[in-house]
């Protein structure tokens, strides 16, 4: 991963420009044999120019034969290893759905589930209620006060929700209230070290007011919570790599693992296109040393299972790109988080294609296209997604010499 | 090397079936400038066809330039790194002819050597006897019974044999015993620590019973001692990969490191063929989501130094490779624990031509040929050997995704 020791002795606070275009879960295998993947498949006279100039390559998300989370997979290519900085359950859920976790706060997932009379719990998820139920019941629960922390909710998909605790003298020394097994009530938050003791007692006063808001509103009348963490203090963009980094994302989640990493999150809408994306980008250029571009559909429609419109989706970054061309990045990264295979249908571990574009800096090979078999034969190799970065500053001349 | 913890975290109880076939010392080098490797030269229309279809790479045993020996080598291609998983010198040789190491045994190896009416060793090796000699030594030497100590005993080659022993309280804490310099009377068994007294003492007990059966059966009328070593605890296959795996080999070395990793030990004969070997497979196929198998006479000429003996052992895999294909494997492996050039007559350390054939999650590459040269070119690129049970587990759809 980036030595982030060495990366504060050599980043520079001038140099190039970055732009990192990240089509999430890029990767792909051929539909059948001898035919093409999405990427290969798909019409990219933008992106092959690009391979042709610059350096292509294939990066390794976490470990071979590692099939990454979005989570992990993006911690990889902001160059920190996902398997030393691993982000809580709780963490990851608060930020996935939207909800901004900051040092000190405890953020913890949540699920909604039906308890009898006598408080036990007959269905761990509520019958899989719906999202738009889920939503509902969050809102019963959204004003409760607890003296000397402030809480935040937000429901996620179904069944499912997340907190963040704020306040002083927090802990994520808690366990979960979820007794996993059916025939159980809910427990109350026990705290797992004397550390956690007040945030446990905060916690069973926000479930007995949850479990008197939510009687009577069955299935959904009760919740548990699992998974209590803590920001993880990743070292920010700014100290280790001297970047003023800013994110465009349309997902929480992305935006959610940027601020992690200390960088600005740009306003964006859902309904955002990728073209959408890409001028929110130029509008704000001129303010950042580094711009991360997030583009979420290739993942999906991989994770459908439809190649086709994952090739579309790879066609209309293509045919945008101009716009983030006209910029004059010094350096431009294209790449995925990992690969989503539409015969898969789900994250792989597959290596992902890699294009390093930097006039003047970045070695030509002789890729003549992008895409995964070119890929193989690139300047870059295969490589460790948490060592980008570091080729990202070198090849923008932010990355003074080591040593005499 | 594979990652145990996370191994554990992510193996599932159930997907794909795996074949490992090994070919002993497969790597070669061209006999002469512009020449064939033995891999390259030898006719292998079903491996081409695999390479074809899957991914190539090439594997690096323990690192580059390391040309490691077969027990190392296959604890690498099992997953365990041979730098961190060292078993001893002792445990080697006695698997390696074929006695069983089991947890809290010791093991070590033995050399016959000749000692003068003084008792000072006139010859470390007691002139080369022939493995005939050293069997009829060790036969004197079987029923030797010590209190408290259960002893096997082999005769290895040559003037070798190894020994095991299993009691309650054995240490490995005992130095060697032999004196190395010639001159010099064998050293008894001293403890090299505390915890080794008792085991000292046994096996100088031992040492004298072998000093009065072997009296006047010259030149092997001593024994000298080296390497005691405990079983290394490794890592079982159930337990990292949740896999139930069986191994077929015909040389007792691999079945012996096979064990240690916890595979079962398919019941083989000495004159088992490769076709043999297959058929074994076969059998116990339904039995197993793992099957290793070994092929030795890649390795043995190679080391011959007989280029056109070992193609035509490649050939004979090749030709039988139907039996295989035939069970449907998932995953099937091609590659060797090391190299072998013909022209070098021993180990080396060139990186392993390796070929993984999974319908469906193999990236199919442009290799076009199975061997060295065309696997620089492969999707799996050059990779540590101990990478390979990862990409096996994943390529199997045998493990979870990383992180959310």
Redesign the interface.
Known sequence: MANFDLMRRLALNEGGKIILLVMDGLGG??RE??GPTELEAANTPNMDRLAREGSCG?SIP???????????AHLGLFGYD??VY??G?GV??AI?IGLEVESGDVAVRGNFCTIDENGIITDRRAGRIPTEEGEKRVELLKDIQIEGVDIQIKAGEGYRFAIVLRGDGLSDEVEDTDPQLPGLAPLPANASSPAGEKTARLVNQWLDAARERLRGHEPANMVTLRGFATDPNLPKYKDVYNLNAACVAVYPMYKGVSRLVGMNIIDTDPHDTIEDEFNKVAEIWNDYDFVFCHVKYTDSRGEDGDFDAKVKVIEDVDQHLPILLGLNPDVLIITGDHSTPA??R??????VPTLLWAPGTAMQDRVEAFG??DC??GAL??FAAADLMQLALAHARRLQKYGA
Chains 1, 2 share one sequence.
Do not use: F, N
Not at 62 to 72: K, L, N
Not at 346 to 351: F, K, L, N, Q
């Open positions: 295998l051929p044999l001898d294939l976490v470990a071979r034969g590692i099939a990454p989370g979005s989570g992990p996902p398997l691993d982000i359950r990851l859920e996935g015969t898969y789900a994250h792989s571990w597959h290596p995964e078999r193989i034969h190799g295969q």
